[in-house]
């Protein structure tokens, strides 16, 4: 079986941003370096694939420590991958100096905590203005806030943020990344520290947002629960790399890689009878593997039930699982190739 559902080629028209082979290490201090001499590094993220389509939201999931926000901070721009490339509309990306700001107005970043992205002495409108102005944008303030649905603006304009609630100091937060008029929003984890209550609300904006300025959004988040209901495509990583993606229905109802399903048994779940075990047949126990030192193959090998001979060997490639009409489905697993799984067999 070969691999199936790579991203589509940079040169489709609705892929606005692509990761191509992105990898990045973290040098550790000096003193930690091998009887060799040798500099050793955090493997944070090694040779992950996706493509970022106008009107779409990819959702990417993961245990905290996977690496997911490392991707949302090297697509920014943020950190400078160590290998691989960022495309945009197909073109290598070189964030340098004006470079950068041009970057900016086209792919803007929310950040997971708003109270520490925005300036605590300065007000909502200096927020907003300032960022209006670095894109000579001929927006208002105001609009920005109606649009984020924080009306009327002129309530909130001369507030500061510790005087707003958390989920109004996120939707200042999309408010001023909107400003920039962007096509991509990396949203990195843009819920986890709201309460439950408001959560939904945002995760509404955010659709309302994809739909009225056909944006590109990239969904950071260890909820699987929240990307199957906002993400129309969702990845799954694991340790530095991406083990399964498809269609948000796939991947979420039909898991396949080990890793997933054990995800996906851990999510609370109002249904399940207080004490009951978690059905973890599929999962695994133990640790993550230390990313100073991966094992080779499959970084899920060593938790894994179904693990075989070849899964510690080797790194499995994008094979192909069988659809149930929910849409393409792939996971990075040796149990979708045949041929592995029958040589084990004899």
Same mark, same amino acid.
């Given at each position: 079986m070969t691999a199936s559902n790579a991203p589509a080629a940079s040169g489709t028209t609705d892929v606005v941003l692509e990761a191509a082979g992105l990898t990045k290490h973290f040098p550790i201090r000096r003193r930690l370096r091998t009887l060799f001499g040798e500099q050793r590094a955090v493997h944070a993220v090694d040779h992950v694939d996706f493509v970022l389509r106008r009107g779409r939201v990819t959702a990417m999931v993961g245990e905290s420590g996977s690496g997911k926000s490392t991707v949302a901070r090297v697509m920014a721009q943020l950190v400078r991958q160590t290998g691989g490339k960022v495309l945009l509309h197909g073109e290598p990306v070189n964030a340098h100096g004006r470079g950068f700001r041009a970057y900016c107005r086209r792919v803007q970043m929310v950040f997971?905590?708003?109270?520490?992205?925005?300036n605590p002495i300065h007000t909502v409108r200096y927020?907003?203005?300032?960022?209006?102005?670095?894109? #000579?944008?001929?927006?208002?303030?105001?609009?920005?806030?109606?649009?984020?649905?924080?009306?009327p603006p002129e309530r909130f304009l001369s507030k500061f943020p510790h005087e707003l609630s958390g989920g109004q100091r996120q939707r200042v937060?999309?408010?001023?990344?909107?400003?920039?008029?962007?096509e991509v929003l990396l949203a990195d984890e843009p819920v986890s520290m709201l309460d439950v209550s408001i959560r939904l609300g945002v995760l509404n904006l955010l659709r309302d947002l994809r739909d009225r300025l056909n944006l590109a959004i990239l969904y950071i988040t260890h909820d699987i629960a929240s990307?199957?209901?906002?993400?129309?495509?969702?990845?799954?990583?694991?340790?530095?790399?991406?083990?399964?993606?498809?269609?948000?229905?796939?991947v979420?109802? #039909?898991?396949? #890689?080990?890793?997933?399903?054990?995800?996906?048994?851990?999510?609370?779940?109002p249904d399940r009878i207080a004490g009951q075990a978690l059905d973890v047949e599929d999962g695994g126990t133990g640790e993550p593997p230390s990313?100073?030192?991966?094992?080779?193959?499959?970084?899920?090998?060593?938790?894994?039930? #179904?693990?075989?001979?070849?899964?510690?060997?080797?790194t499995p490639p994008r094979l192909a699982v069988e659809s149930n009409g929910d849409g393409p489905h792939w996971a990075a697993c040796w149990l979708y190739d045949p041929k592995t799984v029958a040589e084990e067999a004899s």
């Open positions: 997971q905590d708003p109270f520490a992205s925005l927020h907003l203005t300032r960022a209006l102005k670095i894109h #000579h944008s001929d927006a208002t303030a105001a609009e920005l806030l109606t649009r984020v649905a924080l009306t937060a999309i408010a001023r990344a909107l400003a920039a008029g962007p990307a199957r209901y906002f993400a129309d495509e969702v990845l799954v990583m694991y340790a530095g790399q991406v083990v399964e993606g498809g269609s948000g229905e796939a979420t109802q #039909h898991a396949a #890689h080990p890793y997933t399903r054990l995800l996906i048994a851990s999510a609370p779940d990313l100073i030192a991966p094992p080779a193959g499959c970084r899920f090998n060593p938790r894994c039930p #179904h693990v075989m001979a070849r899964c510690r060997v080797e």
